[in-house]
């Protein structure tokens, strides 16, 4: 009976052993065939390449409550498009970028790609209100040497943030991510 008892003990621990290895096995090779990104990061108002187009950010601004509401028309849009007008820390990130073709032909950029990032908060352009502020969508095109300035919406609100204070969410840091894999690639903003 004894001898059973050890024999199940020492079954048991090759066991775990064998499992133990095997994780370690398993944790080691998946992160050699994915490793971590890097990040690459660009300083406000440095011109960053993306989609063959190169991009500056010239401008960021958050928008308080009152100061949406102020303008009838995009409260309206906000309204008929989203709770966020019922929201009451509402803030609106209006980031202004200049995309410029540097070359001879064409591009159709695909800004959905793009995002407003600030630690575990993440949102991209508000797609109704990109239509207010610009005169076209989520996919632009650039003609050889074209050079476009968008105003770029992002609704932030204190759903998304943990610890919500204004004058904390304002000095956060904020990036424009606008490409994840194999390198994040990003730009700071800054809000005046």
Avoid: W
Wanted: with cysteine.
């Amino acid at each position: 009976m004894h001898k059973v008892k050890r024999i199940r003990i020492i079954v048991i621990l090759f066991a775990v052993i064998a499992f133990m290895a095997a994780y370690i096995f398993m944790f080691c090779s998946v992160n050699a065939a994915f490793p971590q990104n890097k990040r690459v990061i660009y300083s406000f108002g440095e011109t960053f390449t993306a989609q063959g187009a190169e991009f500056k950010i010239t401008n960021a601004v958050l928008l308080s409550k009152s100061e949406i509401e102020k303008d009838k028309e995009l409260t309206g849009i906000l309204e008929r498009n989203s709770g966020f007008s019922s929201v009451p820390d509402l803030n609106l990130a209006l980031i202004d970028i200049t995309a410029v073709n540097p070359g001879q032909e064409e591009l159709d950029i695909d800004l959905t790609s793009f995002h407003l990032e600030s630690g575990a908060f993440s949102l991209q352009f508000y797609y109704p209100l990109v239509l207010y502020f610009n005169d076209g969508g989520m996919y632009i095109s650039l003609s050889k040497y074209e050079e476009k300035k968008l105003k770029m919406p992002v609704p932030v609100a204190g759903v998304h943030f943990l610890d919500y204070n204004y004058k904390k969410v304002k000095n956060r840091d904020y990036f424009l991510v606008y490409s994840l894999y194999p390198e994040k690639k990003m730009a700071a903003i800054k809000f005046s």
